[in-house]
C-alpha cells in the first residue's frame, strides 16, 4: 500500500512537523484517501499564512485549486484538510476544534483528526461504535518555519525538508547593538497583499527588483542595475537560488540632519526556493547604515491572483524611520498590490540572468538525418 502524505513527509531539524509534537508520540498512521482534485502547482511547501494568524478557529484558505480548512489543535500543531466533509459536504472551516482537538463539522457534528483526516466521532452513534476508517478527508503536511506556516502539495511524493533560513529572526547581533537596542529584540512589522497577478510573474518580479517591487528602494535599492547580479548558490533544477545584486539607493539616514539624501550604491541578496513560493531579501550589512531582512511567502489561489506575505525585520542606524516609511509603503494595502501588479507586468518582458535560472528553458534534442 502506497504511504500517504502525511507519513512520508519530512522536515529539517528543530521544525514541527504532524504529529511529532512532544504530546503525541508515534502519531497514527494516516489515512488519506488519494486526492480527487489537484492543486495545479508544482509540488512544493506553499505558504498558508502567518504563524501567528492560525489560531484554534478554523479559516478557509485557497491554495491552488484547492480549498483548505487551516486551523491549529490543542496541542499546538497546525492542521490542513481539504475544505469539504464527506458526508453533506459543507466546508469544515465552518466548524469549530472540539474539546478533543478534532475538526468538528457545523452542520451533523462529524469530527476529524487534523493530522491523519480520519473521521474520529459521529455524534448519534452508540458508546462504543467507531466510524468506518473510509471516512477520512485529505490532510496535508504542514510545517512551521520562520514567519509562515507550509503545507506540502506533493501528495505521495517525498517532502524536502522545508527551508530554514526563512528563519533567520533578527539581522545581526553586530548590526542591533549598533543601534542601541538589544540584541534579539528587532523592530519587525508584518502584513499581507493580495496580488491580481499569476504567482510566477510576482515571484519573478521580487527577484529581479525587489525595491521596486515592494516600494522599499530605501532598504534594498530600486534604481538602475549597477552590476549583473552575482549568482552566490544555485540548487539543482532550480530549486533554489541565490543572487546578489547592487542597486541604486538614498540614503535616508542623512534626511534627519537635513543633509542632501545622498544616491549610492548598496548590495542586496535575494534568495528564491520552493517553486518560488518563499523569497528572503537581505540588504548588505554596513556600519552607517541600519540592516533590513524581508521573508515572503507567495500563495497562488486560483490561476491569476497571489496573496503575498510579508515579514519586515529593520535594525541598526535610522532603523526607526525606516520601519515607519515601512509601514506606509507596505501597509496600504491598495498601493502596494498595485505596485506589485505593476512589477509583474514588467516582469514578463524583462531578461535576467537569474529569472532564467528558476525557469530553465526545457532542453531541445536535434536529431541528425
Ligand atoms: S455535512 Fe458535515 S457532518 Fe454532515
Redesign the pocket.
Known sequence: MPSSPAQTAQVAPGEKPHGESPGTPGAPAARTPPARQSFALADAWWPLGHRAEITTSPVPVLLGARSLAVYRDHAGIVCALADR?P????PLSLGRVNEQGLLQ?G????AFDGRSGQCALIPNFRPGEKPSSRIAVAAFPVVETGPFALAWTGGTATAPPAPGWLDGGAPSRAAAERDGSPAGCPRTLAGTVEVRAPHRQVADALLVNPGAALGLGWLFGSGDEIAAPWVLDQKPDGAAVSVRRERLTFAVRRIATYDRALRGSRASTVTIASGGSLLLVESDTTPALHQARVALGLTPTGGYRTVVRWHLTVAGPGGVAALVAARVALTRSTRAARRLEQAADRSATVADPAVDLIHPEPTTTTTSA
Open positions: 466533509c458526508h453533506r459536504r459543507l463539522c452542520y451533523h457534528g462529524w
